[in-house]
């Protein structure tokens, strides 16, 4: 991905990391690049200009794979009213990376509104990306009416319950979870006791230098409650991840990218593919930000996510659709 | 022209006719000629919320945002489709008591009505 001068993180921090106690914040905003990396759970993050060295040397590892998120086919509103567009030009984007990926996750709402031709449309467009293999997880609009059903359908197999299951790559243990079914009145995304007991089990007798990747679509952490950025549970199941050394949490939903350290867990959530969501707190609601069109694909993006065996390293970059 | 405003007439009356019917349909027992009570759904709330009607009445929910919303009480008594933008959900509230709703899409969205 091309380095642009105007990319820049509003918190760059080196971090020790070692016994760091409570928060350390890693916030990159939308429309923002951050080339993060992190080692035994610290995660280290730069801007991406000057970069070039660095990336080159830290970055290419034995597993490379791309978070796209949020690519809402279906919506036709004036925030965007070329979501097949964008999605397109994601795609060019993630077939112009320097190193191949060798996956695609994506994390959810998928489609607007769950219509059969919604989800035709995505996996045509995902045709042409070099990486063929694509890994999903529903967002809630993915779920609309049908309880999931047609999700199922489509992406469930080898699936577990609402849709969850866990794969290994290079070493790497990936974790996908549904956190949008069954919601309560009044609550935050879920996760439920079902998959909860599924993943206790799924970790339990793995050693704790597997570097997991856990993915879900509303955020693991409590990004802002009053919105809904959060999951009722996710303490639950992060708890099970203590032993582990290196874990990354990837989420979507919020439609911006923000980074957060916690102990050994590295929160990322990613840019949508289709339409920005105003800073938590800065508007009325979380309802799709209308931005001047020149505008508005330095506020939509990919991620690309490298693996570098032995240095017990995921490098994460995120880059917009400019 | 008197022949032509004649039929328009009819067709306007039969109009009014199947408009008549279809209210009785989905509305059940309780039609009257009361307009239906507005709920409207703009910026991830319900308003107004909460309220409190007679028993009989119908609420018509918009969708004003640019992202779709339901309808759902909490104890699935009720469930509208997903509602994009400028969509509308009727129910009409028969029994007097408390209902309590929520957006399944968004469930930080939550309502109430008041049936007297």
Redesign the interface.
């Known amino acids: 991905m091309a380095d642009k001068s105007k990319d820049e993180i509003l918190h760059d921090h080196n971090h020790d990391g070692i016994d760091r106690r409570g928060f350390l914040k890693c916030m990159a905003w939308a429309g923002t690049g951050a080339f993060c990396v992190m080692q035994g759970g610290v995660l280290k993050s730069y801007s991406l200009s000057g970069l070039t060295g660095l990336k080159a040397k830290e970055i290419k590892g034995e597993l490379s794979f791309v978070q796209i998120s949020d690519s809402h086919m279906g919506f036709n509103k004036p925030a965007n009213t070329d979501v097949a567009g964008t999605l397109k030009a994601a795609i060019d984007k993630i077939n112009a990376l320097p190193t191949a990926p060798g996956f695609i996750l994506h994390t959810g709402d998928i489609t607007h509104l769950s219509k059969p031709e919604e989800f035709d449309g995505v996996d045509q467009l995902l045709k042409s990306a070099s990486a063929k293999d694509v890994f999903y997880v529903p967002g809630e609009h993915d779920v609309i009416g049908d309880d999931g059903k047609q999700y199922l359908e489509r992406y469930g197999k080898n699936t577990k319950g609402a849709g969850w299951y866990s794969f290994d790559q290079k070493g790497v243990h990936f974790i996908g979870l549904v956190n949008v079914m069954n919601l309560k009145a009044g609550g935050l995304g879920s996760l439920g006791n079902e998959q909860l007991e599924w993943m206790e089990n799924d970790v339990k007798h793995l050693s704790k230098s597997t570097p997991i990747v856990v993915f879900a679509h509303i955020p693991l952490w409590s990004v802002y409650p009053e919105w809904g950025w959060g999951t009722d549970d996710s303490a639950q199941a992060l708890g099970y991840l203590k032993k582990f050394g290196s874990v990354t949490v990837l989420n979507g939903h919020i439609h911006q990218t923000m980074q957060k350290v916690e102990g050994n867990v590295t929160f990322h959530t990613a840019a949508s593919t289709a339409f920005p969501q105003p800073k938590p707190g800065e508007a009325p609601s979380p309802g799709p930000m209308k931005v001047p069109a020149e505008q508005l694909r330095s506020l939509l993006g990919i991620r690309d996510v490298n693996y570098v065996q032995g240095k017990h390293a995921l490098g994460v970059t995120d880059s917009t659709l400019e | 022209m008197k022949r032509t405003v004649l039929t328009l007439g009819f067709a306007a009356l039969a109009i009014v006719a199947i408009m008549m019917a279809s209210r009785s349909r989905s509305f059940g027992a309780t039609v009257d000629d009361k307009p239906a009570t507005q709920v409207k759904i703009d ?3 319900f308003s107004p919320n909460p309220i409190t009607v007679p028993a009989g009445t119908t609420i018509r929910w918009t969708n004003q ?4 919303h ?1 309808v759902v009480s ?1 104890d699935k008594s009720f469930k509208s ?2 509602l ?2 400028d969509e509308t959900f009727t129910y009409t509230f028969t029994k007097p008591g408390t209902y ?3 957006c ?5 969205m ?1 309502g109430k009505i008041v049936v007297q």
């Open positions: 910026n991830f709330v945002d640019d992202i779709p339901n909490d489709k997903a994009d933008t309590s709703y929520f399944s899409i968004h469930p930080k939550t």
